[in-house]
């Protein structure tokens, strides 16, 4: 069996990826009925006999839904048509009310659109196939024991869309980018929360290898049970190798979906006696065909805000940033509107990214958080600069009030204030305290005099901490060496 | 003359002049009904407590004066497939023998808002599939007319109640003749609105894109009052026709001078009983001397119809019946090993054999690889029908022909080859197919039995449909005659 450390495993293979990714829309209301969609709800108490599929009943297209789905598929670049039709997959489960999901088959709301991805410094276009609207369906939870199962329905009738992306992904990294970007974009236009640990976004993966210079494809396998991005691209990663070594023990890949086990990192067959499912597609005909003129769609459209590569450019040119800094500000819209509203209260555009990409990214990530969980805003952030260009905090007591910031949300001349950590600037306070420091530290004092200029750090050190940190530190320095050289 | 030879205009008179009160009126339906239903069973549940509540609370507000709306305090029978809030609700199906639904029907709401009296749910063919009233899984429905026949179907208890005088006016819903058919059997009237003029919202569905709920009535003036009543646009109905609904009661003028009516060749040629060809032509005699004026035409695509009426309606069917699983309505196998089986045993002890029957005719047309041949071609053939008669109706106001075949057959006659009792229909199923309003009302006798004449019209054209069945009627007794039961 290969392993993930060989380099260069499959350079007899090219493997081919295509990503199949729900969206929940963050619609007030289901998308047939009137119910709210909320999330967290106690069971079966968002529901009524429209979306419960009570005999008799009929399905009412949500506005809303509507829009948003156009909104994403135009945001995707993608050909929306004028007329757009919904249809019924029929299947049994428990989770499905009606025994069939309304859906889009023939004439999607959006097709043969695309996104570009950033991978290794190299840009890459990669085709969206169809995204269509559709309806989800309940939730399952099997009591321990195995004789029940629980159905929650609460979550029937939210609207979701499906993006189905051309099979152009080359590499489970290049699956992640995509996955990455799609997320922004989503996030941008807000048509959904777009969090995988929430469920507003789901994703299956097909994959499949063929010899490098084949141009049909080999047999897929489908992906499932993959709960955020990195485990996408390891369960590509793990499947790609595992497909290689059947292929290359002269085997056969079985087309079948197999179930992503985080715990054993490995991808496990759910091939049961049934065969493919026939879904039996044909039009409902409870729902009339859906006009949509090009009004509509300039109206939908003129709602899309400066998209994520529209904005990391401008970001580079305006501001002079790198394109990696750019990215990394523009990859959420809350981060990058968290910069742009510290510009208003700093011209520091360096530095605002500097603290960005920093200390607040790297709080989220050792958290476990994303920024919608932090209280610091863009006008906390330049404040904050403010106070350093002017000396009332150094760099490093920054630090502390940032926090306090990303914790409560508080300005940052409160912080300082509350907590006292205004710098201390005053040369005849610092001079008394380096005049202590040096009476106390007569060693140190003679190391430096000797030569060893490790000891003038160590006498600041202690200059700091008898301020608390609170002391200019370029001032001690100063006056420091003014005091060692007398 | 017993008060159920009364038109509906004349009791709301006696009420208005407390002549009568509505608890006479719900009395004297509920001791019929004790008298005859043993023999008839037309009744699947009788809501007698129900019904002299409201019918004391009618009276109270009768006594307050004021003006009332012409269904006041009139008992009236539903279809067992129309949902009713807290009353039970079958379809006459097993599957439904314990559900009561947990909201109304817009019709239901109609009639409440119209204060009518609710006496009970009516017999039917299962879930709406038959024209005998056969297959109801509880029991069968005996034509008041000669107890050994059927009534027709699939609404034949609603028409054998209004042909028995069990009350006064009742709803029943017609996908490709289950009014028109029974109606004629049973010597009474019924009419099939235009697809999307009545809201489907609460009807129990059979096949979406063909079935419409309409009123049996016995003279066409009450089925105007009822229509009047039940037409409209309703925003929970996507199929529902947002169109001006016309005072249906002002058509009743009585005059079709200069009328311009089709006789289909297809529509009278070998299939026809020649007493039924007589009663027809008798009536056109009738129709010509009040001015009209009547022409041979042709619907060459009549011969196709049945074929793509049972593809197109039994695909939505099998669709429609899906929900009806084992998980939900009260009804389920007993100790099922499995999802699998839970879902098999429940579904074939559930559903009667007709049922299970067009639900695999249906999943078979739709299934992939068929349904190109099948239900697209069916959806084409339906195109082509509809065509027939928008040719013929730019130059004639009206179609005119007998509703069936034959009169009533005997019960079990024809129940063993399906068929045959398919080919019962086929003078109905095309006004289905075509989406356009018919009627059926009393045109004479053949052997003793009834024989129903059908008016067929442009889509939204009921007062044309209405004025020629009113004047016919108004010059004629055939409407007035009563069977010996009674």
């Known amino acids: 069996m290969r392993e993930a450390q060989d380099t260069m495993p499959l350079n007899s293979y090219e493997t081919v990826i295509g990503l199949e990714v729900h969206v929940e829309l963050h619609t007030n209301t289901k998308i047939f009925c009137g119910c709210q969609v909320s999330f967290g709800a106690p069971p079966n108490s968002n529901t009524c006999p429209v979306c419960l599929g009570h005999p008799g009943v009929l399905p009412v297209l949500n506005r809303q839904a509507v829009e948003y789905a156009i909104k994403a598929a135009l945001a995707l670049n993608c050909k929306v048509p004028e007329w757009t039709r919904f249809a019924r997959k029929n299947y049994f489960y428990p989770d499905l009310p009606k025994a069939y999901q309304i859906s889009q088959a023939e004439g999607p709301i959006g097709e043969h659109g695309w996104i570009d991805i950033e991978v290794d410094g190299k840009t890459k276009r990669i085709g969206i196939t169809r995204l269509h609207l559709e309806e989800d369906a309940g939730k399952l939870m099997h009591v321990e024991g195995g004789q029940a199962s629980l159905v929650d329905f609460n979550r029937v009738g939210t609207p979701l869309i499906e993006i189905v992306s051309e099979p152009d992904l080359r590499s489970p990294e290049e699956a992640k980018a995509y996955l990455e970007k799609l997320k922004a974009i989503m996030q941008y236009c807000d048509v959904s929360d777009v969090r995988m640990e929430q469920g507003s976004l789901r994703c299956d993966a097909n994959i499949s290898l063929r010899p490098y210079g084949q141009t049909t494809f080999g047999t897929k396998t489908e992906l499932k049970n993959m709960n955020s991005f990195r485990h996408v691209q390891k369960a590509l990663e793990y499947e790609q190798l595992r497909q290689a070594d059947v292929l290359d023990s002269g085997g056969r890949i079985v087309q079948e979906t197999r179930r992503w086990d985080e715990a054993k990192g490995v991808t496990i067959s759910m091939r049961s006696k049934e065969d493919a499912h026939d879904y039996r597609y044909f039009p409902d005909p409870d729902l009339v065909r ?65 603290w960005i990409m920093g200390d607040l990214l790297a709080y989220l990530n050792a958290n476990n958080l994303e920024i919608q969980d932090v209280k610091v805003t863009g006008q906390g952030l330049g404040e904050m600069l403010q106070l350093i260009e002017k000396g009332t905090i150094s760099n490093k007591i920054a630090k502390t009030v940032f926090k306090a910031m990303m914790e409560t949300g508080k300005a940052p001349q409160q912080i300082v ?3 006292g950590l205004v710098q201390i600037s005053d040369e005849g306070a610092i001079r008394e305290i ?13 190391d430096y005099k000797n030569g060893k200029e490790k000891a003038l750090g160590f006498l600041v050190g202690q200059v700091m901490r008898e301020t608390k940190g609170k002391a200019n530190p370029a001032l001690v320095n100063q006056l420091l060496l003014e005091r060692l050289k007398s | 003359m017993s008060l159920f030879d009364l038109r509906l205009t004349d009791l709301h008179n006696k009420l208005a002049h407390k002549e009568l009160s509505v608890s006479e009126l719900t009395e004297a339906s509920l001791k019929r009904i004790a008298e005859t239903d043993e023999t008839i069973g037309a009744f699947l549940t009788l809501d007698e407590d129900g019904a002299r509540k409201t019918a004391k609370m009618l009276d109270e507000q009768l006594a307050a004066g004021g003006e009332r709306g012409l269904l006041f305090g009139l008992p009236a029978g539903l279809k067992d497939n129309l949902v009713t809030e807290g009353l039970r609700t079958t379809c006459a199906s097993k599957f439904l023998e314990n559900y009561i639904p947990i909201y109304d029907a817009t019709v239901v709401e109609k009639l409440r808002a119209a204060q009518a009296v609710t006496i009970g749910k009516l017999n039917m063919d299962e879930f709406a599939m038959g024209s005998s009233n056969e297959n109801s899984a509880y029991k069968p429905v005996r034509n008041p007319w000669e107890l050994s026949h059927v009534p027709g179907g699939s609404s034949g208890g609603s028409a054998a109640a209004v042909s028995a005088g069990q009350v006064y ?31 489907r919202f609460g009807l129990v569905a059979f096949a ?25 646009h309703d925003p929970k109905d996507s199929t529902s026709a947002n169109v001006e609904i016309p005072d249906y009661i002002a058509a009743l003028t009585g005059d079709v001078s200069g009328m311009r009516f089709g006789v289909p060749k297809e529509y009278m040629g070998a299939g026809v009983d020649p007493k039924v060809k007589e009663c027809v032509l008798a009536a056109l005699k009738t129709l010509e001397s009040l001015g009209a004026v009547w022409e041979e035409v042709s619907l060459p695509h009549t011969e196709y119809a049945v074929a793509a009426y049972y593809l197109l309606a039994s695909s939505e069917a099998s669709s429609n019946l899906a929900r009806f699983d084992g998980v939900r309505y009260g009804v389920r196998a007993e100790k099922p090993a499995n999802l699998m089986d839970l879902y098999l045993r429940s579904r074939s002890e559930g559903f009667g054999a007709e049922v299970k029957r067009r639900i695999m005719l249906g999943t078979y ?40 075949p034959t009169p009533a057959f005997k019960i079990g006659e024809r129940i063993s080859d399906p068929l045959t009792m398919y080919l019962n229909d086929i003078l109905t199923i095309p006004v289905n197919l075509a989406g356009v309003p018919a009627i059926s009302i ?32 108004s010059h004629t007794d055939h409407h007035t005659r009563r069977p010996a039961l009674v």
């Open chain 1, 290 to 354: 859906l006009h949509i003129d090009e009004e509509w769609k300039a109206r939908i459209r003129a709602t899309i805000p400066e998209l994520p590569d529209a904005r990391k450019n401008r970001y580079m040119e305006q501001y002079g940033l790198s394109s990696y800094d750019a990215g990394v500000l523009t990859s959420s819209k809350e981060l990058a509107d968290l910069f742009e509203d510290s510009l208003k209260y700093t011209t520091d555009a360096k530095a605002s990214a500097n």
């Open chain 1, 417 to 419: 204030e509350e907590q």
């Open chain 1, 434 to 446: 380096v005049d202590k420091v040096v009476a106390a530290n007569p060693q140190s004092v003679e």
């Open chain 2, 169 to 199: 006016f009742a709803l029943g819903s017609d996908t490709g003749g289950s009014i028109r058919q029974p109606a004629a059997y049973c010597g009474v009237v019924g009419l099939k609105p235009t697809y999307g003029l009545v809201s």
């Open chain 2, 208 to 232: 979406s894109s063909l079935d419409q709920i309409g009123p049996i009535t016995k003279n066409v003036e009450d089925a105007a009052y009822v229509l009047q009543t039940i037409a409209g």
């Open chain 2, 365 to 404: 047309a739709l299934s992939s690889g068929y349904y190109d041949a099948y239900y697209l071609k069916a959806q084409k053939v339906r195109t082509l029908i509809k065509r027939d008669f928008d040719q013929v109706f730019e130059k004639y106001d009206l179609i005119i022909g007998p509703t069936t």
């Open chain 2, 442 to 473: 009393p045109c004479g006798f053949a052997d003793g039995l009834p024989v129903g004449l059908q008016i067929i019209g442009k889509p939204f054209g009921e007062t044309d449909v209405l004025r020629a069945a009113h004047a016919y009627e």
